[in-house]
Each structure stands twice: as C-alpha cells, then as structure tokens.
C-alpha cells in the first residue's frame, strides 16, 4: 500500500513538472537582424528609456540591456523580454566575435529617422529588426571599430532572481504601476487590481511596462492578477500592504 501511494504521488510530481513544461516558454527559431550600440562604455546613457525602467542598475537589468527598433517593440508590448543575439560571422568576419554570445532584456525604444535611408543611418526604420544595444553588451559579440554587425537572435526565456516587483507611482484615482523583474516571458499581456475593498479591475497600459487604473485604492492592500505574453497568469495576493504610499516598491516572492 505505502509502495503504490509513494507511486501515485510520484505520478504527481511527474504531471506537475509537465504542465510547468509546457507552460514554460521555449526558445523561439533564429532570425536576421542587425546591431549596432548606445549609451557609453559603462552604459549610463542607457538608463530610463521606454520602457520606464528608470535606474537599469537598481531594478535588476544592470547592461545587459537592448532597445528595440518598432518592428519588434510593438508598441510597448515587448517590454521585457529577453533575446539571445549572436554576431553573424559567415557574414560579417571583420567585426564579429566568434562562437559568443550574449543575452539582452529589452528595456528600450529604437526610433526611426526617415532622414536617412535605412541601410545607412536609418538603421531602426520600419520594416527593419534591430537591436541598439548598451555598448558593454555589443561588445560581448562585436568590436567597437565595427559600429554595427549582422546578428542572428532568438526570444528565449528570462532569469531573473527574486520575485517579481511592483512601482506604485501617480495620484489619488490614477494609479501608475511599472511591474520589472518579470520571469520566463519577460512581457506583460494584462493586468489586474484588487483593493481590499473592491473586485478585479482591468489595467490599461500608459507606456512602456507602466500600468494604469483610475480606482481610488488609497488605505486599501492591493492585489495583482498578471499574464505574461506568453500566457501564464500568477495572482499576488496583497502584496502591496494598505499603508502604501506613491512613489514606493513592492517585492513579491512570486516570479514566472
């Protein structure tokens, strides 16, 4: 009897693993694109960005960090997620470092600018798939003479330590959320709220990883409901204590 139950409940742990399996995001197909770098050797130009991050330093991105050029932003929505990004060397020999590579978090937008072409200077015009990375992750896979190289890229799944974390910025009615160190997908599909005193409300994105809601949550604990992009959703249950205050960070000990 004790051998079949210790049976049973390995059969258990079995399908749970699977299902976290299956859940999990897998590393995406190779693409094309190119990289060129921003923001200094030590990377302090890079710091706020479109995302909202602020302080890359202080919310766990350090330089390992990229912004996205409007084919792969999505407006916001890539906020986040994390790519694998080799130099293409059978292409480019001269500045490419070989058989390296390196593992970005987008945390930034690439503008376009119309008033050069896209082969030269455009580099982050529409239709073009392009990283313009911190310098001190370029240089993992290029040399600095080169200015811009050939990559290959992949979406793989972030790591991150900790739980993830939730900003509470704004003011009464307007609720500014930016929810960093998310896991595995990295990006945020949807949000929801939950005072103490009400139900679920739907956030709307305001820019970059920053939520918003217009309920008056003020003296309340707070509830988040968050699905990933790739659409896993995990409840935290009153991580935000009712003595909050705007301006002030939450860590959770739930990640992705």
């Given amino acids: 009897m ?99 590579s390196v593992t970005v978090t987008a945390s930034d937008f ?13 580099w982050c015009n529409p239709p073009r798939q392009h990283f313009d990375m911190s310098q001190p992750a370029w240089e993992k896979i290029g ?31 307007f609720e500014l959320v930016l ?7 990295g990006s945020i599909n949807s949000v929801q709220i939950k005072g103490s005193k009400t139900g679920w409300l739907a956030m709307s994105r305001n820019w970059g990883a920053n939520w918003q809601s217009n309920a008056l949550l003020n003296g309340q604990s707070i509830s988040f409901m968050v699905t990933t992009s790739d659409g896993i959703t995990k409840t935290f249950l009153n991580v935000v204590p009712s003595n909050w205050g705007f301006g002030q960070t939450f860590k959770s000990s739930l990640q992705f």
């Fill in 110 to 122: 690439c503008p376009p600018n119309y008033a050069l072409p896209s082969d030269n200077g455009g």
């Fill in 2 to 100: 004790v051998k079949n139950g210790l049976s049973l409940l390995l059969l258990a742990v079995g399908l749970f693993n699977l299902v976290i399996d299956v859940n999990a995001l897998t590393a995406s197909g190779w693409t094309k694109a190119h990289a060129t770098f921003y923001g200094g050797s030590d990377a302090s130009g890079t710091m706020g960005g479109a995302c909202g991050y602020g302080n890359l330093y202080a919310t766990g991105y350090g330089t390992r960090i990229a912004a996205l050029s409007t084919a792969l932003f999505n407006s916001g929505a890539s906020c986040g997620q994390c790519y694998k990004i080799i130099c293409d060397y059978k292409a480019e020999p001269r500045w490419c470092r070989r058989g390296v």
């Fill in 143 to 173: 040399i600095y003479s080169g200015g811009i190289v050939p990559v290959i890229y992949q979406r793989v799944p972030c790591k991150k330590r900790g739980g993830v974390r939730f900003t509470i910025n704004g003011r009464n009615y």
């Fill in 179 to 185: 929810i960093t160190n998310v896991g595995n997908g």
